[in-house]
């Protein structure tokens, strides 16, 4: 099992950008696919962002391509999100999400993850 723990939420002005860490617990982090996804007032949880064990692999919807980036620091057990260009639909609480062990790849659903982070309010003034 694995306890995960979001910072660096904020608020920010269109354009700017903010990153966002996750810090995970136990000493296997390096066995989880990690994940970002975020949820906005009134909306479902969607995918922003996932990153292979290695992270050699990642994934990026198609709204935040081009704009953020994840990356993991498996000695630091800490997956990262940058986030650049922002525009006021980022607006959400994002989440950090580690997908079980057994599976050795990531997904792209939010059911696909068994922990999840608290969460962090990102919040992206016009």
């Known amino acids: 099992q694995v306890q995960l723990v979001e910072s660096g939420g904020g608020l920010v002005q269109a354009g700017g950008s903010l990153s966002v860490s996750c810090a995970a617990s136990?000493?296997?982090?390096?066995?989880?696919?990690m994940g970002w996804f975020r949820q906005a007032p009134g909306k479902e949880r969607e995918l922003v962002s996932v990153i292979s064990r290695s992270g050699g692999n990642t994934y990026y919807a198609d709204s935040v391509k081009g704009r953020f980036t994840i990356s993991r620091d498996n000695a630091k057990n800490t997956v990262y999100l940058q986030m650049n260009s922002l525009k006021p639909e980022d607006t959400a609480v994002y989440y950090c999400?580690?997908?079980?062990?057994?599976?050795?790849?990531?997904?792209?659903?939010?059911?696909?993850?068994?922990?999840w982070g608290q969460g962090t309010q990102v919040t992206v003034s016009s």
């Open positions: 136990g000493r296997t982090f390096s066995s989880y696919a």
């Open positions: 999400a580690a997908r079980n062990s057994y599976y050795s790849s990531y997904g792209l659903r939010a059911d696909d993850y068994a922990y």
